[in-house]
């Protein structure tokens, strides 16, 4: 089973709201998933994403593959950065400082 992290588009005709979700690579768009880890609303200006840290850091742990624009999100977010630290810690590295 491949997992993606992606976004799932919900809202009204011309008024796209998207929920970022865990789901099978093979499920469709607006499919079923397995967990909402956040949100991203491109209306306002300017837009607004939410995203559940600790629970995309579980699941980028687990396999999970990010999409070209969640994995933007994800970096801006600090997602790729703490993740390296807690690495880091499983490993000792930071062990004397």
């Keep these: 089973m491949s997992l993606r992290i992606r976004l799932q588009r919900k809202g009204k005709k011309k008024q796209p709201f998207y929920s970022i979700v865990i789901a099978n690579s093979n499920y469709p768009r607006d499919g079923k ?3 909402q880890i ?3 609303n ?3 200006k300017p837009y607004i994403v939410e995203v559940n840290v600790d ?3 579980y699941w980028l742990e687990q396999g999970a593959k990010p ?3 969640v994995k933007s999100f994800l970096n801006r ?3 790729g950065y703490k ?3 807690l690495n ?3 490993k000792l590295i930071f062990e004397n400082c």
């Design 38 to 40: 956040g949100i991203y």
């Design 33 to 35: 998933f397995i967990e």
């Design 88 to 90: 880091g810690v499983k």
């Design 55 to 57: 629970k995309a850091i």
């Design 67 to 69: 999409t070209n624009t």
């Design 42 to 44: 491109p209306i306002p």
């Design 77 to 79: 977010k600090g997602v």
């Design 83 to 85: 993740k390296h630290l």
